[in-house]
């Protein structure tokens, strides 16, 4: 149980394109989900957290203009790059909770497998 | 603020050999939880363990065993008899009850036949 989708898993396109990148929790809902971006060679830094029927809250530096993010059900998440960029190439990830419910769960984060965008 | 620190940024062993990855970490709160995952080369994100600032007991599975040590903030990860399969990125990371993970920024594992 407690599968989360990541779609699609790799993108390559050009610059100035926007860019839709989907998180599912297949099988749970989730009340949050969380995206991270991660650069080659380093760590996972958390972007935005984002709650069902409410806006995202973005980490500070993180562009909200930039990334869009939509959470409109229990069961999906959007990332949109918006008018991409080289240096927006990066790993995402997206995770998913059911928030207080796994507090004391032995895992409260379920992550999606990532995607792998590359702009031209 | 929470921070967790990985000193090690590449290690690299032989086959069956041991090799323990270090993970420092701060928090200001007394529940915590702490967690280590594997990434490897496809980038997916594998969870291995999740411990609780009230346990301080030591963990064991299979090859890997963990050990948690409040004094002295640390979270160590051992592989016994370690195996090429387990080359991968290996991220140590905090969360303070509900809150998303902050994450070390890894350390990569290589082990040579």
């Known amino acids: 149980g407690a599968v989360v989708s990541q779609h699609p898993s790799w993108v390559i396109c050009k610059s100035g394109t926007s860019v839709k990148i989907e998180c599912r929790s297949l099988?749970?809902?989730?009340?949050?989900m969380f995206w991270y971006r991660q650069f080659p060679k380093q760590s996972l830094m958390l972007m935005a957290t984002?709650?069902?029927?409410?806006?995202?809250?973005?980490e500070q530096g993180v562009e909200k203009d930039k990334f869009l993010i939509n959470h409109a059900s229990l069961t999906l998440s959007t990332l949109t790059v918006t008018s991409a960029h080289p240096e927006d190439s990066s790993f995402y990830i997206c995770?998913?909770?059911?928030?207080?419910?796994?507090?004391?769960?032995?895992?409260?984060?379920?992550f999606g497998d990532g995607t792998r965008l590359s702009i031209l | 603020a929470q921070k967790v620190t990985q000193a090690q940024t590449e290690i690299s062993v032989v086959e069956k050999e041991d090799v323990t990855l270090d993970c420092v970490y701060e928090?200001?709160?007394?529940?915590?939880?702490l967690f280590w995952y594997k990434q490897p080369p496809s980038g997916e994100l594998v969870f291995l363990i999740r411990?609780?600032?009230?346990?301080?007991q030591n963990e064991i599975s299979g090859r890997y065993s963990w050990n948690f040590q409040k004094s002295t903030s640390s979270f160590n990860f051992t592989i016994t008899a370690s195996q090429v399969v387990d080359s991968a990125v290996y991220f140590c990371?905090?969360?303070?009850?509900?809150?998303?993970?902050?994450f070390g920024k890894g350390t990569r594992l290589s082990v040579i036949a």
């Open positions: 995770s998913a909770t059911m928030g207080p419910l796994e507090l004391y769960s032995n895992q409260p984060q379920h």
């Open positions: 099988d749970f809902q989730a009340t949050t």
């Open positions: 984002s709650n069902e029927g409410s806006k995202a809250t973005y």
């Open positions: 928090t200001r709160d007394t529940t915590y939880y």
């Open positions: 411990r609780n600032s009230f346990d301080e």
């Open positions: 990371a905090l969360s303070e009850g509900d809150t998303p993970l902050v």
